[in-house]
């Protein structure tokens, strides 16, 4: 069968209605790959709406040449289509080429699109060389407290990822006057300390270190400060 023939073929299945027949024939994609599918599977993962079936495609094509796929994929990252950004960093997370680190630009990394600022993230610190984990630190820093509990929890798996040499800018952010930004900065130490822990519970011990922090701090009799029973014997009324 000609290639343009079997192409023809694999983007018609991708197209079907049921999403279980697209999910099988991605499979089938990388179960018995060939270098002519490659870019039907890259066009299909800008476009496809269910998330197993797109899962399905990132494998299939990792089951396929690396360098020929890198080169398919790098160009989605400037697309201007999300989807097709967010996949091609998923994309490249799963074949972890180190040589593909410089495509994580800092324009993804801080990118308007919340999932494709996730991709972005997640990509980079498994990608990251040594000498460059600080200045990564750095640059997510810049995302503590933004957006919905998914984003958060994808940051601070980040900095999980990231390892030890992200602890000071975590620290520093965990000390800022922004609530928010304090709050999750402290959970993802938190999660730093315990990775295996689940967010929302690092985040409820963030909450209440934060509020132990910020608690008015009552004054100390020995100094001179009226306490209720002081206000009382003195005859003074009481707040």
């Known amino acids: ?5 079997i192409t023809a073929g694999l983007r018609a299945a991708l197209e079907r209605d049921d999403a279980s027949l697209r999910l099988r024939a991605a499979m089938d994609a990388g179960t018995r ?10 066009d299909r993962c800008a476009v496809e709406p269910d998330f197993f079936v797109r899962d399905m495609l990132t494998w299939a094509l990792t089951r396929h040449d690396t360098a020929k796929v890198i ?3 790098l160009p989605e990252l400037a697309s201007p289509f999300p989807q097709a950004r967010s996949q091609g960093l998923h994309t490249l997370s799963k074949i972890r ?3 593909t680190w410089s495509a994580i630009t800092p324009a993804l990394l801080h990118d308007e699109e919340p999932s494709v600022a996730r991709a972005a993230w997640r990509t980079a610190a498994g990608l ?3 000498a460059e984990r600080t200045a990564l630190a750095a640059a997510l820093a810049q995302h503590f ?7 958060r929890r994808s940051l601070s798996r980040a900095f999980v990822m990231i390892g030890e040499d992200a602890r000071p800018t975590v620290d520093r952010a965990a000390e800022s006057d922004d609530e928010d930004v304090r709050v999750h900065a402290l959970a993802t130490g938190a999660l730093m300390d315990d990775p295996d822990a689940g967010f929302e519970g690092a985040v409820g011990h963030a909450r209440r270190v934060n509020a132990l922090r910020t608690a008015p701090t009552v004054p100390d009799a020995a100094a001179g400060g009226d306490t209720p029973d002081a206000a009382e ?3 003074t009324p009481g707040v």
């Not at 790959?33 to 890259?42: K, Q, T, Y």
């Not at 407290?145 to 984003?151: N, P, S, Y």
């Open 128 to 130: 990251v060389p040594d």
């Open 97 to 99: 080429d180190p040589d």
């Open 233 to 235: 014997e003195t005859g």
């Open 71 to 73: 080169s398919a994929v």
């Open 1 to 5: 069968m000609a290639d343009g023939d």
């Open 33 to 42: 790959p060939d270098d002519v599918f490659i870019e039907v599977l890259v």
């Open 145 to 151: 407290g933004r957006g919905e509990i998914e984003t």
